[in-house]
């Protein structure tokens, strides 16, 4: 079966710092999407992406927060000045249509750690 | 808005017994429900869905779930749990439109034991 990729699988940073995850998302796939889990606590939508815009975001989901896609492959989560809490696994996944009952396929996941 | 509540946190069964994990979402209309599993270091695989036709769905891995409208529920179940369930199940709501910005619940972790 065909997989989505996230790169780190785990990123420490200082506080006050930028990060970038990424993601390659199944390459025919045509809507992208992150979600993150705080430990302990449910898996949340943070944003959804297709045709190169935001379909969708989260209150999650503010300035601190954007989404890009480069280059045609991979779909990158910027968080410009990271916070404590914003610690959590982070969830890149992809779909070939954005229907409500179409599969989304997950990547295995970034774990960022906030210090 | 949609909620799922997934009301056991933790569950521990024998290899081999049977298995059903609970669910029961919150969604105005006619939701459309998901089932994934997360083992340890990988991403959430689906294990089935429904959104229309027989309540009785059929997934990968050999779980099943009946969705019961009555009750606002969607349960896993499993006749026979092997060790390599061990995970943690998400039970999942998706709204209808044309994006799909499903909400999960906190998830029950699966403890097989010998």
């Given at each position: 079966e065909p997989e989505v990729t996230q790169t780190p699988s785990h990123q420490v940073t200082q506080m006050g710092q930028e990060v970038i995850l990424r993601c390659v998302p199944i390459?025919?796939?045509l809507y992208f999407y992150w979600y993150r889990q705080i430990l302990g606590q449910k898996v949340e939508f943070l944003v959804s992406f297709y045709n190169n815009e935001i379909s969708e975001k989260s209150e999650i989901f503010d300035d601190q927060f954007s989404v890009e896609?480069?280059?045609?492959s991979n779909f990158t989560l910027k968080i410009r000045s990271t916070k404590l809490e914003d610690s959590a696994m982070y969830f890149c996944a992809s779909s070939l249509?954005?229907?409500?009952t179409e599969k989304l396929f997950f990547g295995s996941g970034t774990q960022l750690s906030v210090l | 808005a949609q909620s799922v509540t997934q009301p056991d946190i933790h569950i521990t069964v024998s290899e081999g017994a049977s298995l059903e994990l609970r669910c029961n979402y919150s969604y105005g209309a006619t939701p459309y429900l998901f089932w994934y599993v997360q083992s340890p270091g990988q991403g959430l695989q689906l294990l089935l869905k429904y959104f229309?036709?027989?309540t009785l769905v059929q997934g990968i891995k050999g779980f099943e779930a009946e969705f019961k409208r009555s009750q606002s529920s969607f349960n896993l179940r499993k006749p026979s749990v092997h060790w390599s369930d061990a995970a943690e199940y998400f039970c999942a709501v998706g709204a209808g439109?044309?994006?799909?910005k499903v909400t999960f619940g906190t998830g029950t972790k699966l403890q097989v034991i010998p």
């Open positions: 390459s025919n796939h896609r480069p280059d045609g249509t954005g229907g409500p | 229309s036709g027989d439109g044309g994006y799909q």
